[in-house]
T-cell receptor
Framework: GAVVSQHPSWVICKSGTSVKIECRSL??????MFWYRQFPKQSLMLMAT?????????EQGVEKDKFLINHASLTLSTLTVTSAHPEDSSFYIC???????????????FGAGSRLTVL | GNSVTQMEGPVTLSEEAFLTINCTYT??????LFWYVQYPGEGLQLLLK?????DKGSNKGFEATYRKETTSFHLEKGSVQVSDSAVYFC???????????FGAGTRLAVHP
């Protein structure tokens, strides 16, 4: 089945540095990918929708300049946390629609997530 | 706006015990409802779903029934196994996939 790979799975960085997280669709193309953020014991919250060939669509309250999203190809989307601070520490998860696109029967494929710890 | 509320964990059970994880939703109209499971170190996987009232989703011994009158979609399993230990997320979907809303997740730990 469709697989989404995230890298790195765990990253620790110093405050003020930038961190890039990659999300790849393996063996299928994804013109759209979704980035979520999950705080401990809380829901996954959609941050933005990544669109291949155009700008990402950010949810209300998400800082575009803080969380840079680039959908570089049909199989790769990256999330860069710029000038990271401890409050950015979280679990970031990406997902992609399945091959064939949306339908009631098709569901999203999720990556395993990337845990960011900012010291 | 739409929301999903599920019971807090962790839920700790002995093997072969009965499992219920409660989930209720608020939504405009009638959303599709899902249960996802996340095993340690893995991505979220769809466990089961229901797209309309009174539908029952089932998979791997788990079941959930879409109850419109109580706006609920409780997850049940008659006899849990150690391998069921994971985090379970209830979710609702109204419209495009950018409208998928998750509950906070419930961690299940099953002991031999």
């Amino acid at each position: 089945g469709a697989v989404v790979s995230q890298h790195p799975s765990w990253v620790i960085c110093k405050s003020g540095t930038s961190v890039k997280i990659e999300c790849r669709s393996l063996d299928f193309q994804a013109t759209t990918m979704f980035w979520y953020r999950q705080f401990p014991k809380q829901s996954l919250m959609l941050m933005a929708t990544s669109n291949e060939g155009s700008k990402a669509t950010y949810e209300q309250g998400v800082e575009k300049d803080k969380f840079l999203i680039n959908h570089a190809s049909l199989t790769l989307s990256t999330l860069t946390v710029t000038s990271a601070h401890p409050e950015d520490s979280s679990f970031y998860i990406c997902s992609a629609p399945p091959p064939g696109g949306y339908s009631g029967a098709n569901v999203l494929t999720f990556g395993a997530g990337s845990r960011l710890t900012v010291l | 706006g739409n929301s999903v509320t599920q019971m807090e964990g962790p839920v700790t059970l002995s093997e072969e015990a009965f499992l219920t994880i409660n989930c209720t939703y608020t939504a405009t109209g009638y959303p599709s409802l899902f249960w996802y499971v996340q095993y340690p170190g893995e991505g979220l996987q769809l466990l089961l779903k229901a797209t309309k009232a009174d539908d029952k989703g089932s998979n791997k011994g788990f079941e959930a029934t879409y109850r419109k009158e109580t706006t609920s979609f409780h997850l049940e399993k008659g006899s849990v196994q150690v391998s069921d230990s994971a985090v379970y997320f209830c979710a609702s979907l109204s419209g495009g996939y950018n409208k998928l809303i998750f509950g906070a997740g419930t961690r299940l730990a099953v002991h031999p």
